[in-house]
Nanobody
Framework: QVRLVEFGGGLVQAGGSLRLSCAAFGSGFSIKTVAWYRQAPGNERELVATITGDGSTNYADSVKGRFTISRDNARLTMFLQMNSLKPDDTGVYYC??????????WGQGTQVTVSS
C-alpha cells in the first residue's frame, strides 16, 4: 500500500510563492508519472502539471511560466513550486502518482488560498 502526504499549502498574497511537497510512503512500488491536480470550490478537479520518469514535464496553460514540477526519485518526494500566484490559483491541491504496475494513488490534498 502506498500513502502520499502533502505539505506546504497555506495563505499567500497575490504575487507570492508557495512550494508544495508530496512524500510517498510504502514499499514495493516504483513511481512512473507524478502529477499535481487542483480543485477550486464548485469546480471539477483539474490537472495542473505532470512529470514523467525521464523528467519530461507538461503544464496547464493557466500555470505555464509560473509553476514548476519536479521530483526526487531517491527520496520519493515530489514538488510543485508556485510563483506569481493569482487568486484564481486558490483551491485544494492534490498530488497523484501512477506506478509502473499501473496503480494510481492520491494524496489527501492541501489547501492553497491566494488573497487579492
Amino acid at each position: 500500500q502506498v500513502r502520499l502526504v502533502e505539505f506546504g499549502g497555506g495563505l499567500v498574497q497575490a504575487g507570492g510563492s508557495l512550494r508544495l511537497s508530496c512524500a510517498a510512503f510504502g514499499s514495493g512500488f516504483s513511481i512512473k508519472t507524478v502529477a499535481w491536480y487542483r480543485q477550486a470550490p464548485g469546480n471539477e478537479r483539474e490537472l495542473v502539471a505532470t512529470i514523467t520518469g525521464d523528467g519530461s514535464t507538461n503544464y496547464a496553460d493557466s500555470v505555464k511560466g509560473r509553476f514548476t514540477i519536479s521530483r526526487d526519485n531517491a527520496r520519493l518526494t515530489m514538488f510543485l513550486q508556485m510563483n506569481s500566484l493569482k487568486p484564481d490559483d486558490t483551491g485544494v491541491y492534490y498530488c497523484n502518482i501512477d506506478t509502473v504496475d499501473l496503480l494510481t494513488y492520491w494524496g489527501q490534498g492541501t489547501q492553497v488560498t491566494v488573497s487579492s
